[in-house]
């Protein structure tokens, strides 16, 4: 159980377009899912949080207008990177939060999608 | 601010080797600790959790205690396997009273066991 989806698993793009992240967990319904990015060789780094039915909270330093994010239902969350420039070029995460006992959460990570922006 | 440190890889190790992965942690809430694992190519995997002072999360002979004291929370694992090559991450979530928080990872530890 506890399974998260993500697609398209890579994407090449130009610079300019706008591209869109599926993140979805499949057996359990999610109302926080988080996304992140990761760097070659180094650590994932919080970018914001996707709440269902409401605005995302962006971290400090990501823009918001440039990464967008819809958490349309409690199954599904969609990044859309857009105007894409070659620095945005990373590996982008993102996992759905599953509620356990005593208010103790554990995340559950999708297998991540590689973007490069040409 | 919260913040994880977790020793520099990689580490290389024989078969059958002991293991140990430190991390530290600073946080100002009540964290739990938490060790995911990402195999090449592969999406992050939870590996164990720890929720509070003194417990111990364990699985697939991997073990780590939550060390309060230290602010510790290191990862062992008496017998390695060369399938165990992978990077680990130690992370906390930092519940403040409004559900948590996104995590927040150490670097990644790059392990590789040599047959």
């Known amino acids: 159980g506890a399974v998260v989806s993500q697609h398209p698993s890579r994407v090449i793009c130009k610079s300019g377009t706008s591209v869109k992240i599926e993140c979805r967990s499949l057996d359990f319904q999610a109302t926080t899912m988080f996304w992140y990015r990761q760097f070659p060789k180094q650590s994932l780094m919080l970018m914001a949080t996707?709440?269902?039915?409401?605005?995302?909270?962006?971290e400090q330093g990501v823009e918001k207008d440039k990464f967008l994010i819809n958490h349309a239902s409690l199954t599904l969350s969609t990044l859309t990177v857009t105007s894409a420039h070659p620095e945005d070029s990373s590996f982008y995460i993102c996992s759905a939060r599953l509620p356990g006992w005593g208010g103790v959460d554990t995340q559950y990570f999708g297998p991540g999608t590689r973007l490069t922006v040409l | 601010g919260d913040s994880v440190t977790q020793m520099e890889g990689p580490v290389t190790l024989s078969e059958e080797a002991f293991l140990t992965i430190n991390c530290t942690y600073t946080a100002t809430g009540y964290p739990s600790l938490f060790w995911y694992v990402q195999y090449p190519g592969e999406g992050l995997q939870l590996l164990l959790k720890?929720?509070?002072?003194?417990d111990k999360g364990s699985n697939k002979g991997f073990e780590a205690t939550y060390r309060k004291e230290t602010t510790s929370f290191h990862l062992e694992k008496g017998s390695v396997q060369v399938s165990d090559s992978a990077v680990y991450f130690c992370a906390l979530s930092d519940w403040k009273g409004g559900g948590a928080d996104g995590l927040t990872f150490g670097k990644g530890t790059h392990l590789i066991i040599q047959p």
């Open positions: 996707s709440n269902e039915g409401s605005k995302a909270t962006y």
């Open positions: 720890a929720t509070k002072a003194d």
